[in-house]
């Protein structure tokens, strides 16, 4: 497919009249790409998980995801050679009905004006015993609409796993159905059934030579989520900072990465060393704020009680007032 047929495509489900003879190439590429950026961020805002301002929809990001994980860190993917996929598809819900199924982010691979190949990235948190036949009916659709076309290209589908443990589902169609391989007669008939295999990755455990390959924001992610609370960025720059702290506030759950994004809304090239000044500056103050409350708490309960020495000597001995909040379960 060429890169022309893409944004005639795109731009002609979004026209009524499909009338686009008169735009020209530059002005189709730059819808397309604007369309495919602005429809994953409108998913990423309906779905609280991974896909929430999802860090890998930047194409330096995208690339380098693809270059560590299967290129040994080699830069054989360039940002500028992709380009936005529709994360769409169709399929038949019923006698009259299509339903749609989405992906998390696509992209193709352009050179010499042609689509070489279409990449899929799927986030999963926990691990889902059917997610092999999603990815089929993500190719499939895909596949089929190649039939139409005059140029025919590979698509390659990838599941990051950034849950905890490892990942057991099956990871194959044969897997899958090893039950039903279990019959003698479907046994015999195993290496006539066409296979579909999912790569998963364990984000959260990557090894430590693998997440150096990585160069763009997702090498902190890794780092930080193998190494923890030990990890040292340095004076690494995230290039993408209000995406790299919405997915940091995703996968773990801290509201202060969240509340962070503010500060970085339309900023670009921001050191880590300072988010997390700012962050750990946000947690100090929260907990001299709850220190104070919980100090003050005790006083209104002494008082309320009419304990008046136990609240002197609070004031002046630091394990009896520690033993006084064990006490009123403060």
């Known amino acids: 497919m060429h890169i022309r047929r893409i944004a005639l495509f795109h731009f002609e489900t979004k026209t009524n009249n499909g009338c686009v003879a008169e735009a020209d190439e530059e002005r189709f590429t730059f819808f397309v790409f604007h369309r495919g950026l602005l429809a994953q961020k409108a998913r990423f805002m ?97 596949y089929r609409r190649q039939l139409e076309e005059k140029t025919i290209y590979p698509v390659a589908g990838t599941v990051l796993y950034w849950g905890k443990g490892h990942w057991r589902s099956p990871r194959s169609l044969r897997e899958l159905f090893a039950e039903s391989f279990e019959d003698h007669a479907v046994k015999e008939m195993e290496e006539h059934v066409d296979d579909v295999r999912m790569d998963v990755f364990e984000m959260t455990g990557l090894p430590a030579d693998v997440r ?19 990890y040292d960025p340095g004076d690494r720059v995230i290039r993408h900072p209000e995406a790299f702290l919405w997915m940091l506030y995703a996968l773990t759950g801290d509201a202060r990465y969240k509340k962070l994004c503010k500060e970085v809304v339309g900023k670009e090239n921001v050191k880590m060393c300072e988010l997390l000044d700012k962050y750990e500056k946000r947690g100090e103050k929260r907990g001299e704020r709850r220190g104070v409350d919980r100090v003050n708490r005790l006083h209104a309960l002494l008082l309320e009680k009419n304990r008046l020495e136990d609240l002197k000597r609070a004031v002046a001995d630091a394990a009896f007032q520690k033993k006084l909040f064990r006490e009123f379960g403060l």
């Open 46 to 142: 309906a779905q609280k998980d991974l896909t929430q301002k999802n860090l890998e929809m930047y194409p330096d990001v995208f690339a380098d995801v693809l270059n560590a994980l299967y290129y040994n860190g080699r830069q054989v993917i360039r940002e500028e050679e992709l380009l936005p996929a529709p994360t769409e598809g169709f399929y038949p819900g019923g006698s009259t009905v299509l339903k749609n199924q989405f992906q998390d982010v696509s992209m193709y691979l352009i050179r010499n004006g042609q689509v070489r190949m279409r990449y899929m990235l799927e986030n999963q948190t926990r691990p889902e015993r059917k997610m092999v036949l999603r990815k089929a009916g993500y190719e499939g659709a895909i």
């Open 212 to 230: 150096k390959r990585f160069r763009s924001d997702m090498r902190v992610i890794v780092d930080y989520l193998a190494e923890g609370k030990d």
